[in-house]
């Protein structure tokens, strides 16, 4: 049974950063895609950023620059390294692992960035 558990979401100031973390458990880790996804109140959910198996990163506009996503396969876990936080980067932040045609999800963490 694949399960992903998110941490490090909380309350942080505006130009404040956090470290969000997926722990990966019950596949292989390294084969597959990671992403992070978030989802603001009243909003439709969001791709953020993803990381291919070999490393490849892609990031959604609105965090380039400012966000980073990485992988550690020995530890089955994905970070997302958030910088120079702004108010409407305030929402739950989930993890997804895509593997054989199928998509596993975390049940995400909550920033709320103050301003």
């Known amino acids: 049974q694949v399960q992903l558990v998110e941490s490090g979401g909380g309350l942080v100031q505006a130009g404040g950063s956090l470290r969000l973390s997926c722990a990966v458990s019950g596949s292989m880790f390294n084969i597959g895609v990671m992403a992070w996804h978030r989802q603001a109140p009243g909003k439709q959910r969001e791709l953020v950023a993803v990381i291919t198996s070999g490393g490849s990163t892609n990031y959604a506009d609105a965090v380039k620059g400012r966000f980073t996503i990485s992988r550690d396969n020995a530890k089955n876990a994905v970070y997302l390294e958030m910088n120079s936080l702004k108010p409407e980067d305030t929402a739950v932040y989930s993890c997804?692992?895509?593997?054989?045609?199928?998509?596993?999800w975390g049940k995400g963490t909550l920033v709320t960035v103050s301003s």
């Open positions: 997804r692992l895509s593997q054989r045609g199928v998509d596993y």
